[in-house]
């Protein structure tokens, strides 16, 4: 599809860039769009606020028979017990019982034509068999063109082998019917019965607003979920909890107290490699060491000048003494992040080396 990655890149850093230098206006004219046809909106501020919200919603003070399969759905809705049956997927999808309620995580929202876009869900399906469809949609995923999809889907599925391009593509632009199964079977649509699925998207703000307040990191709002970055992190391989863009999002200066994980990075730059929308990750976690060891932990050992050379330093350590004497001293606390670095035999810090030119 696409002859030069690089330049698609280029094209969708530039995209995401638009967006959010005015994302206050962008948000408006996508919720009048939504507004206009049919789909309620309800903005979110915060995880506490959610569950509030979604009781709200319900339309039975009890048992409210509710299927979803949602990430943003938080463990205290889930345990709301009293107030949902949980119906699984599987049972609503085999047709051995029915929800009134779906709820879905969106995966875009288009600004321009006030789609929804959900994604190779098997749950697209049966999004007009509930008398309620409920959408979750984060405000940093909102592309102001429907014409930019394409080379967002296009990058964030490509990969060395081949291009993985969702099969299964929804565009939600309005409210829809709900077709009662009573006459179902009689080719006759007068026998049908009716009714108006209601549609409420939740757009909600986790951190955004903080994140773009801040002129050095808002470049992480970029992202498109793709994971090329965690797949070739090392330390991600053996510290999950080490995922490149998830430290600069939502640990990074947010929460200081992970100021150590920090000090993991090899600043290795693979990340910055693969990113499809060009995030810079290197000078993103330099900044931030920079800020959390000058400004707020001087107290912390972290030694600024030997972190910066860390990466140049190590592809130099060719000799095994050496590097197991550096792999002690970085990485010494972390026995599993030891073992990996120690056991590299070859240059291992560059992974264009190792993936092939994108
Ligand atoms: S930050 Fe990571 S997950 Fe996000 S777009 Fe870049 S490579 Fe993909």
């Known amino acids: 599809m696409f002859i030069d990655n690089q330049i698609a890149k280029i094209q969708a850093n530039k995209f995401r860039f638009s967006y959010f230098e005015e994302m206050d206006k962008h948000l408006l004219t996508f919720e009048k769009s939504l507004l206009s046809n049919d789909i309620d909106i309800i903005w979110i501020n915060n995880k506490s606020k959610l569950i509030d919200a979604v009781s709200e919603m319900m339309t039975k003070a009890n048992y409210n028979k509710i299927c979803y ?35 879905l995580d969106a995966d875009y929202g288009i600004v321009d034509s006030g789609e929804i876009v959900l994604l190779d869900n098997p749950l697209q399906k049966k999004i007009n068999q509930v008398n309620h469809l409920v959408l979750f949609l984060s405000i940093d995923k909102l592309l102001l063109k429907s014409a930019k999809l394409d080379t967002i889907l296009y990058l964030a599925n490509y990969n060395k082998e081949k291009t993985n391009f969702p099969t299964n593509i929804l565009l939600i ?25 209601e549609i409420t998207l ?86 931030q060491m920079k800020e959390i060891n000058t400004n707020l932990y001087k107290e912390v050992s972290l030694n600024k000048a030997k972190i910066y050379t860390k990466r140049s330093r190590l592809n130099k350590l060719n000799n095994k003494f050496r590097r197991n004497l550096y792999c002690r001293r970085y990485f010494g606390s972390n026995k599993k992040l030891y073992n990996y670095f120690n056991a590299q035999k070859s240059q291992f810090y560059n992974v264009s080396k190792h993936v092939e030119e994108q």
Not at 85 to 92: G, M, P
Not at 173 to 197: C, M, R, T
Not at 235 to 246: G, M, Q
Request: a neutral charge.
């Open 69 to 103: 399969a949602s990430k943003t759905i938080t463990e205290e809705i889930k345990n709301e017990k009293k107030l949902f049956q949980h119906i699984s997927a599987e049972d609503f999808l085999s047709d051995s019982d029915f929800p009134e309620f779906l709820f």
């Open 173 to 197: 632009s309005s409210a829809f019917n709900k077709i009662e199964n009573k006459q179902f079977g009689i080719n006759n649509q007068d026998l049908f019965d009716s009714k108006k699925v």
């Open 202 to 287: 939740f757009l909600y703000d986790f951190n955004v607003t903080n994140l773009l307040k801040d002129e050095t990191l808002r470049n992480v709002l970029y992202c498109i979920d793709c994971g090329k970055c965690k797949t070739v992190c090392p330390v991600y391989a053996v510290k999950p909890s080490f995922s490149p863009i998830e430290l600069l999002k939502y640990n990074a200066k947010l929460n200081l107290k992970n100021r150590n994980t920090l000090a993991y990075t090899t600043l290795c730059g693979n990340c910055n490699d693969v990113c499809p929308v060009l995030i810079p990750f290197t000078s993103l976690l330099q900044s």
